[in-house]
């Protein structure tokens, strides 16, 4: 009775044992993603978005995202962020992709090494070499993804022991054999789910290596898996602008143009895989890289006729939508450098609209204009909108991505923005509130005190503009200036008060209708001013 209830449990035994191998597998690619993302540091921003230069480099800048990255779906994401924030356009985004493809076979190649005993071993050796460097340290991440290749290496040796069994079930090889399709649209599937393409493919060089199929049954699994891996950029798009979503219809149409060209060639990968050389794992890995490299070569030429294609095909016309932030993409927040570049964007964004409201304040105290009262008020909504979801997003970025610097950089952003939103209030409660008294009043300030106000007015509207150049460039030597003019600011606020007192002794009868007004305003404007000298202060700080 016993005896006949052990097939039954080995078979479970096996399934488990195969199920553990493939969550151990892609345990492995996040550890080995997330330790090469930190060794590269905020680097891969500049990798990606810099690939304008031809379409040789957008192909080299995808395969070292993507080498970073363990993870040419990372890779596109990235793009599908970066393109909706307008940093990289269609045609060189389409060159990355096909190198991100390109890069993730270096991945394959590396998990067909025989050395899947080994894996615990050099899970427990990097271990080591990590507690012996300090966070933060570009070699401590280079040390936790050495334990993500380990995990991946022993999840490949799990995978591989569960699917022993399939080598006494010939019927699997037949159907891949003579119906590669269903193998295709099968590991699409399954690739699609697992969102990783790297452990489909690790799947069937398992199998090959257990002798379960051969070769030529494994091309479907691999051709599928290429499909399935654009799944997470189409979710990625699917709250992205126009501009991303194309990006990520570019990854699935070159991927389903070469499945469907390769398809009928399954014999040729077949041969060129065998003919690189290697054991029947090895060959599969080969028949990976061949499948990318034709596909990189067959679309590279053609680059901007496709873009140009893809852009009149898939226009994605938006629909008008209320005020709100435009470059805080979530697609982003899986790289924490490309997702502090966006917040950055939208930093700048929301101070044009703070200069503004600056701007027009003159006008609503000086011709008590209530269209610009009304702009103003109007402006500061838009203030507090995009400092609420500049600060949510920052606090969505991954926590274990981010490094000392990266988090100081964090710090440092969520200090601009609520600063931004300070001097925005300052304005609209503030300065708005004293030209409504002056309008209800009908009163007027007085020649000399219309000078100072508008001179005082001009040079901190001048000073904003510097410290918002001193955060565009994190330069400690406009962050100078801008704290030298604020304390030169200050001293002229001293002479401005003590020449309204004088006014006062005169009797200017202008000086005594808004006497509490002018000061008032001046007051404000000091305080606006100290308000955005801050930033300044903490560049010089180095919290950047």
């Known amino acids: 009775m016993t005896g006949a209830q052990d097939p039954r449990g080995a078979r479970v035994e096996h399934f488990v044992e195969f199920v553990g191998g493939v969550a151990v597998f892609i345990l492995g690619m996040e550890f080995a993603k997330e330790g090469l993302t930190g060794a590269a540091g905020g680097r891969l921003r500049a990798i990606v978005a810099r690939t304008t230069g031809s379409r040789f480099k957008a192909l080299a800048a995808g395969v070292v995202a993507t080498a970073l990255l363990q993870s040419s779906s990372a890779t596109t994401v990235i793009l599908v962020s970066l393109a909706s924030t307008g940093i990289i356009a269609l045609a060189p985004a389409i060159g990355v992709i096909l190198g991100a493809d390109i890069g993730t076979t270096l991945t394959v190649q ?28 570009a070699l401590r991440g280079v040390m936790e993804s050495l334990m993500g290749f380990g995990f991946l290496f022993f999840g490949m040796m799990l995978m591989g022991n569960g699917a022993a069994p399939l080598r006494d079930v010939p019927s699997v090889q037949e159907v891949l054999k003579t119906s ?80 469907v060209v390769f398809l009928p060639l399954i014999e040729v990968l077949r041969l060129g895989a065998e003919w690189m050389g290697g054991d029947p794992a090895r060959q599969v890995a080969n028949a990976h890289t061949l499948f990318n490299l034709a596909t990189a070569f067959m679309f ?80 500061d909504a838009k203030v507090d909108r995009l ?46 509130a004293l030209a409504r008294k002056k309008r209800r009043l009908g009163c007027q300030f007085s020649d000399e005190g219309l000078r100072e106000i508008s001179e005082y007015h001009a040079a901190v509207l001048a000073n904003f503009k510097l410290a918002m150049s001193a955060f565009a460039t994190r330069d400690p030597a406009i962050a100078d200036r801008v704290i030298a003019e604020k304390r030169r600011l200050r001293g002229l606020l001293e002479e401005m008060e003590q020449r309204h007192v004088d006014r006062l002794a005169q009797g200017v009868v202008a000086t005594f209708d808004t006497a509490s007004l002018h000061m008032n305003v001046l007051g404000h404007l000091s305080r606006v001013n100290s308000i955005i000298s801050s930033t300044a202060y903490r560049i010089k700080k180095g919290r950047t």
């Open 387 to 432: 400092d609420k979801e500049i600060k949510f997003y920052l606090a969505k970025v991954p926590k274990r991505l981010i490094g000392d610097r990266l988090g100081e950089e964090v710090l440092f952003l969520f200090s601009v923005s609520n600063d931004l939103e300070e001097v925005g209030d300052v304005i609209s409660k503030n300065l708005v």
């Open 180 to 259: 590669p399709i269903v193998g295709v649209l099968a590991s699409a599937a399954v690739t699609a789910v697992i969102q990783s393409s790297a452990a489909t493919i690790g799947i069937a060089i398992s199998l090959t290596h257990q002798g379960a199929i051969d070769l030529q049954a494994a091309i479907p699994i691999v051709l599928g898996a290429n499909i399935g891996t654009c799944a997470t950029a189409l979710l990625a798009s699917a709250v992205a602008k126009a501009e991303g979503r194309r990006v990520a219809v570019a990854h699935v149409l070159t991927k389903v143009v070469a499945v």
């Open 110 to 137: 590396i998990l067909a090494f025989p050395v899947k005993d080994y894996g615990l071993l050099i899970v427990a050796a990097a271990y080591a070499g990590r507690m012996m460097v300090g966070r933060g340290s």
């Open 300 to 379: 590279l030429p053609f680059l901007a006729p496709l873009a140009r294609f893809i852009e009149r095909t898939f226009p994605f016309q938006p629909k008008e939508q209320e005020f709100g932030p435009v470059y805080l993409d979530p697609g982003g927040l899986k790289e924490p450098s490309i997702a502090l570049a966006n917040v950055t964007r939208e930093i700048f964004r929301m101070a044009e609209v703070v200069e503004r409201m600056l701007g027009w304040a003159l006008d609503a105290l000086v011709k008590s204009d209530e269209a610009a009262i009304v702009r103003m008020e109007d402006e």
